[in-house]
């Protein structure tokens, strides 16, 4: 299932995206994912279930600058307790396009190999749903295709859900469902054609 988020800038989708992960509360209502109540999770709780669960792509990378590529998907794999971290981190880099590039730094790799080392991190724990939050917002119009191709056959792959927010609302008719927001609520949901 892949899901399409869409709305003006101020809408609340990315709001709904960090609540979705457990990263933001609610001030109220019930909040399920994948049958659980995050609302009523304590923060020890839902940083297992995002551990568990959750695989998150931003905009902007977030890779740390001193790590290569392998280790940027590592080390969280590692801090999770993966003893494997190693070679999971290299063959989720592999399925991205980038066995010749797991030495290299953030700074010595173009934008969208960036990308492609931050979905690789958030593929790497093996999650049930990935999120991604305006995924090529940063990236030319050939590599943001790339990357979005790259995250449909992901999920495609191992039947996981995708979740994006995107302001591109040919992408977003793409997905299976297309959830339209304004001023913070959900004025559409629609299944769509999807791609995945």
């Keep these: 299932m892949s899901v399409g988020i869409v709305?003006?800038?101020?809408?609340?989708?990315?709001?709904l995206l960090m609540v979705l992960a457990g990263l933001e509360r609610v001030d109220g209502g019930a909040v399920t994912v994948g049958g659980e109540?995050?609302?009523?999770?304590?923060?020890?709780?839902?940083?297992?279930?995002?551990?568990?669960?959750?695989?998150?792509?931003?905009?902007?990378?977030?890779?740390?600058?001193?790590?290569?590529?392998?280790?940027?998907?590592?080390?969280?794999?590692?801090?999770?307790?993966?003893?494997?971290?190693?070679?999971?981190?290299?063959i989720e880099l592999e399925a991205v396009g980038l066995a010749d590039r797991l030495g290299h730094h953030p700074a010595e790799l173009s934008g969208g190999e960036q990308q492609r080392v931050a979905i690789a991190r958030a593929l790497a724990p093996e999650p049930s749903i990935l999120i991604a939050?305006?995924?090529?917002?940063?990236?030319?119009?050939?590599?943001?295709?790339e990357i979005?191709?790259?995250?449909?056959?992901?999920?495609?792959r191992r039947g996981a859900t995708l979740v994006l927010v995107t302001?591109?609302?040919?992408?977003?008719?793409?997905?299976?469902?297309r959830i339209v927001m304004r001023s913070g609520e959900i004025?559409?949901?629609v299944r769509a054609g999807g791609m995945s």
């Excluded at 709305?7 to 709001?15: E, L, Q, R, Y």
């Excluded at 979005?148 to 495609?156: G, P, V």
């Design 187 to 189: 004025v559409e949901d």
């Design 133 to 145: 939050d305006e995924p090529t917002g940063n990236l030319d119009a050939d590599t943001g295709r």
């Design 167 to 177: 302001h591109d609302r040919a992408l977003a008719d793409a997905c299976d469902r």
């Design 37 to 90: 109540r995050l609302d009523r999770m304590g923060e020890d709780a839902l940083a297992r279930f995002r551990g568990r669960s959750v695989g998150i792509v931003f905009q902007s990378f977030h890779l740390m600058p001193t790590m290569t590529a392998l280790e940027n998907v590592a080390v969280p794999l590692e801090l999770s307790g993966r003893r494997d971290a190693f070679e999971r981190a290299r």
């Design 148 to 156: 979005i191709r790259l995250m449909f056959e992901a999920r495609a």
């Design 7 to 15: 709305g003006p800038s101020g809408s609340g989708k990315s709001t």
